[in-house]
C-alpha cells in the first residue's frame, strides 16, 4: 500500500482517486491491478504535500486495511492481497521529484 499526497487534494477527480494505491511486486505491479480509476485497489483520501500522515495497516491473512490519520473508518481495504508469499519485508520508498520524511514505524504481531 502506498499513497500519493501529490494528487490527495487535486481538483480531478479521477486523478484524485488515485492517492491510495496497492500493488504486490513481482506479478501484481502498479500497471496490472491500479489503472481502473475507482478499482479495487485505489481510492481518494484527504491527504497533502508537505505534512505529516500517519499511517496503521492491519494484516489479517490474505486481508490489509489501511488506516489514515487516526480515523476510525478504513481508507482502502484489500480484502484478496495478490501473490503467494505469506511473510517479505516492509518498502519505505519516495518517488522521483518528491522528498518524504518517515518515524516512528512499529511492527507488532498480534
Known amino acids: 500500500m502506498y499513497l500519493r499526497p501529490k494528487v490527495g487534494r487535486s481538483p480531478n477527480a ?15 505491479k502498479m500497471d496490472k491491478i491500479n489503472r ?15 505534512e505529516w500522515i500517519t499511517m496503521r495497516i492491519e494484516v489479517k491473512g490474505q486481508q490489509a486495511t489501511l488506516y489514515l490519520n487516526d ?21 519505505l520508498w519516495v518517488d522521483i521529484g518528491t522528498e518524504g520524511y518517515f518515524k516512528d514505524l512499529k511492527v507488532t504481531k498480534r
Not at 36 to 50: K, R, Y
Not at 71 to 83: F, Q
Open 36 to 50: 481502473t480509476s475507482g478499482g479495487p485497489f485505489e481510492t481518494s483520501a484527504d491527504i497533502g504535500l508537505n
Open 71 to 91: 480515523e476510525k473508518e478504513p481508507a482502502l481495504t484489500i480484502k484478496n492481497m495478490k501473490g503467494t508469499l505469506k511473510s517479505g519485508a516492509i518498502g
Open 14 to 28: 479521477i486523478v484524485r482517486n488515485q492517492a491510495v494505491q496497492y500493488y504486490s511486486y513481482p506479478d501484481y
